[in-house]
């Protein structure tokens, strides 16, 4: 597999044009793959509608459920049954209603405290892959969804937040978020994130244009950070992105 790619900005007309572009993105990759798939989903409010369409027709049926393993790039450190949930929010739209319950991996948040969570969730991880560590021709995931906020994070990995500069451990603690909510996270670090054959950002809406205007300037932000040992690609809707820029 190639060394760190360069990025592919894809230009969309609306959300749900964002959502079955995703969606189609998502089988793709899993037809690539004959045996075991790990798909990493992303938190926030940007993947809400593609989970949600990812339960219909003609996406369900062409899911091959038994064999896809679906794991969460970063968690607010709140119960499971919280509403702020990350995984919660995913299982709700999508997981829980097709998914083998053995098939889908939280990070778990009934521990004492963050770093424990990241502790517990490395060694899932690890399990899962088989090596403690991660070799760049067999990625641990086969698409890694990823959001971006206001300041530039993704995942939870926030501007000069020392997790970001994490180069050994898959997952980490975070105790402070630097964006609401404002609670303690856990999110896996660059390496881990982007140990994948495809990373895949979602982002949408007029919310979205000025950390997009920076983060496409090649600002020193994290979501400009986070790249996959296979292909990174972005995809925005219009509202999203500066005028006049095009696919890129
Ligand atoms: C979280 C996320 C975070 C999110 C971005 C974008 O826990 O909040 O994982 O990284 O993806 O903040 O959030 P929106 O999709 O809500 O804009």
């Not at 889908?104 to 990241?118: L, Q």
């Not at 990625?139 to 994490?166: M, Y």
Request: aromatic share 6%.
């Amino acid at each position: 597999m190639a060394a760190r790619s360069d990025r592919r900005v894809i230009v969309v007309a609306d959300p749900a044009e964002l959502a079955s572009r995703a969606a189609e993105r998502v089988l793709a990759r899993i037809a690539e793959n004959s045996e075991r798939v790990a798909i990493c989903l992303a938190g926030g409010s940007s993947p809400k509608q593609l989970y949600s369409l990812l339960v219909t027709e003609p996406y369900r049926s062409r899911i091959p459920w038994q064999r896809v393993h679906w794991f969460i790039g970063d968690e607010r450190f709140v119960p499971a049954n919280d509403p702020l949930n990350n995984m919660g929010m995913a299982r709700r739209l999508l997981l829980d209603r097709c998914a083998p319950a053995s098939n889908i991996h939280p990070i778990p948040t009934d521990t004492g405290n963050p770093n424990e969570s990241a502790l517990r969730y490395a060694r899932e991880l690890e399990s899962f892959y088989g090596a403690e560590g991660l070799r760049p021709e067999r990625p641990l995931f086969d698409i890694v969804f990823l959001g971006v906020g206001p300041d530039g994070h993704t995942a939870s990995l926030f501007p000069d937040d020392p997790a970001l500069e994490e180069a050994k451990r898959w997952v980490v603690g975070v105790p402070q978020a630097h964006v609401a909510p404002f609670v303690p996270r856990v999110t896996l670090t660059l390496p881990a994130l982007g140990s994948c054959r495809e990373m895949l950002f979602e982002a949408a809406g007029s919310d979205k244009r000025a950390i997009l205007t920076r983060l496409l300037a090649g600002e020193n932000l994290p979501a400009n950070r986070a790249r996959a040992t296979g292909e990174t690609v972005w995809l925005v809707d219009k509202a999203a992105v500066p005028e006049n820029l095009g696919d890129r």
